[in-house]
């Protein structure tokens, strides 16, 4: 279980710090060292919540969260905003925070679930997004079964997504 933070390498290094008396956290590693735009991986023995303090990170481009024991994403998420790329990977969460709404920067969105029962009703205020990606890992059998089921629990709000060049389900 991980998470891919991409941001200014001095607010990625605050957080660290405040990680280092975490005992859940196994492992960090830079994967991308430039002059000031760091890309990082940070793995954990389990990953049940989003490390709190992740929101000081103002500077936060890309962000990806990959988590089997994570049911609930804080509503801090809506916060970042820079982030232009959010890649979600939690089967086990229901629901996405409604104030994800408020990533006005946000151009790519992809979800992979199992539980998720819908979308918020103001994805519409995603002005930006080109490319969102709704993906059920329950081996497939959700879309195979009936492909056309996760239509039905799209907001209609979603066609009002002008930039939208990408919509995969």
Known sequence: ????LKGHKNELIDFFETLNNDLNTAKIEIIDMGNIIWVVQIFFKS????PKNIEKIA???ELTIHSHSIKLLPEELGSFNNIKKLTINCPNIKKLPEKICNL???LYLSISFIYLES?????NR???LTTLHLECN???RFFYENPFKVLDQLP???TSLFNLKELRL
């Not at 279980?1 to 891919?4: A, F, G, Q, R, V």
């Not at 979308?119 to 994805?123: A, G, M």
């Open 126 to 128: 995603l002005t930006k």
């Open 138 to 140: 329950e081996d497939g």
């Open 1 to 4: 279980e991980y998470i891919i």
């Open 156 to 158: 209609a709000k979603i």
């Open 47 to 50: 990953l049940i919540e989003v």
């Open 59 to 61: 500077s936060l481009l």
């Open 119 to 123: 979308l918020p009703q103001d994805i």
């Open 104 to 106: 006005s920067n946000l």
